[in-house]
């Protein structure tokens, strides 16, 4: 029986630079870019779509992404959105959070112990929407 | 009396680069040590409203990008349709200093608080230089 093969999904941060959460939505992206499923997901840079950078446009119209936002801006998922990129799921920090009130993070620079565990839950979000897509 | 705007400073932040790390941990410091610079996440010209796009307009900026593409001066460029006063890339301060090349991109290791330590120092210049201009 031949395995079937996943495509390669996309992870976009908004990594805002204004607050923690911020930093999580970086943090938890390269939780699972580079230890958890470093053979089916890659990132790129959220502001080469912003400059609608050709290349990043095409790659995201062409492979799955699933955006990872900090605020109710939604930088991440906005800019997938406007460019018709392939947006398979959306993750909120702001949920990871309403989910785990105990858990308090801590600045942009050092999201600390409660920081890395809101990452680790929302990598493991991000995993599970990979999971139930595939 | 005439306010006087604060600087800009614009940090590209890139995900995909070790570059983008020291971008974003370098203006991150910056902004904490000063009151007189402001920030805006560079995605918002996209996915912001015109306050977010005219945010060049309003502060005279200083851009920190990671590599060659330049995606946080380009964006000054194109939503606010002004030039930064300066624009800085990691990856040219980097090249000058061949040892201080950044290897992770997920986090800053203790060899390359060299490379954002003379980051900050290029950019506390470039703020000295726009503010004289800017009297």
């Avoid at chain 1, 938890?28 to 580079?34: F, L, M, Q």
């Avoid at chain 1, 920081?115 to 999971?131: P, Y």
């Amino acid at each position: 029986m031949s395995e079937k093969k996943r495509s390669k999904y996309i992870i976009i941060p908004c990594s805002g630079i204004g607050k923690a959460l911020g930093t999580i939505t970086r943090r938890a992206t390269y939780i699972v870019t580079e230890e958890l499923l470093p053979n089916d997901t890659d990132s790129i840079c959220l502001p080469l779509l912003t400059i609608e950078d050709e290349e990043t446009v095409q790659k995201i119209r062409q492979t799955p992404c699933i955006t990872v936002d900090g605020c109710v801006a939604q930088c991440a998922k906005k800019n997938v959105e406007h460019h018709q990129g392939k947006l398979k799921g959306e993750i909120k920090i702001l949920d990871v959070i309403k989910e785990n009130p105990k858990l308090k993070p801590g600045n942009v620079l050092d999201i600390g112990p409660d920081g890395e565990k809101l990452a680790r839950k929302t990598a493991e979000k991000i995993v599970k929407i990979i999971g139930d897509k595939s | 009396m005439k306010i006087k705007p604060k600087i800009g400073l614009i940090s590209c932040s890139g995900e995909g680069l070790p570059e983008g790390m020291i971008s974003r941990v370098a203006t991150r410091r910056i902004l904490e040590e000063r009151d007189d610079v402001v920030t805006i996440c560079l995605p918002l010209f996209l996915a912001g409203g015109q306050e977010e796009r005219d945010f060049a307009k309003d502060n005279p900026c200083i851009t920190v990008d990671g590599c060659g593409k330049m995606c946080a001066a380009k964006g000054v460029q194109m939503y606010g349709k002004v030039h930064p006063k300066s624009s800085i890339v990691i990856s040219d301060i980097a090249e000058k200093h061949e040892h201080l090349k950044p290897k992770s991109k997920s986090r800053i290791e203790s060899q390359d608080e060299k490379l954002v330590e003379e980051t900050m120092k290029r950019i506390t210049e470039e703020i000295g230089r726009v503010e004289e201009e800017e009297e």
